[in-house]
């Protein structure tokens, strides 16, 4: 009766042992797994790089178009990540970069992106045609017989824009070299403009197309 109690008592404690030792196997599993979704997080978290592909590439025979390179000594596949640094179609300087965003932000704050980039599109028109100034802040203060090509540069509106992360874009995007305006050197708010001026514009100008709350002229 003892010797069968002893058993049941060693039995008891040997599924116990079992029990721990699986418990303490299965703890050790799931810190390997936690540790290695940390590591597998991190590394999705971590915002993308700037890299000279030709010298990431060097010392591997293999490339693929796409980006995915096998590391040999690992086996793990292992991603590149290029950032390719913005290269500007159009020199200017740091005053008449800021005097086109404001601009760009006065006459088409409300515009979508498209918006946004003919306006800027069209003051770099004029930059580039020799019957206009030769510097954006020229072109943007440039006075006609007394008139203002850009009435917000004269109405107080100009100084008064926050500049959104929508207009950076969108002149960003113009100054790299994406040009949407069809060559236009006008636009125009039929809506808001006197009918004399946009008399003088149906006449004398060729147009070109709408969008937003502009038209845009040649």
Not at 92 to 104: A, F, K, M, P, Q
Not at 146 to 156: I, K, L
């Amino acid at each position: 009766m003892h010797l069968q109690k002893c058993f049941r008592m060693g039995n008891k404690m040997y599924k116990k042992y079992i029990l721990a030792l699986l418990l303490v196997n299965m703890i050790a599993l799931a810190a390997v797994f936690n540790i290695t979704g940390l590591k597998v997080n991190r590394i999705l978290a971590t915002p993308a790089f700037k890299l000279n592909l030709q010298e990431a590439l060097a010392p591997q025979e293999q490339e693929s178009h796409d980006g995915f390179v096998p590391a040999v000594s690992s086996g793990q596949l292992v991603i590149f990540y290029e950032v390719l640094e913005k290269e500007w179609k159009y020199e200017i300087s740091d005053e008449d970069y800021e005097v086109l965003l404001r601009i760009v932000e006065a006459e088409a704050g409300s515009e979508d992106i498209e918006g946004r980039m003919l306006v800027a599109g069209v003051v770099l028109n004029r930059v580039n045609s020799e019957a206009f100034p030769d510097t954006v802040k020229e072109v943007v203060f440039q006075r006609e017989n007394g008139t203002a090509q850009f009435s917000p540069a004269y109405s107080g509106r100009y100084d008064k824009v926050i500049v959104s992360e929508e207009t950076i874009e969108a002149v960003e995007r113009v100054l790299c070299g994406e040009d949407i305006s069809e060559g236009a050197l006008y636009f125009a708010s039929r809506k808001y403009a006197n009918s004399d001026k946009m008399r003088w514009f149906d006449e004398k100008l060729t147009f070109l197309f709408s969008h937003g709350g502009h038209e845009f002229f040649y």
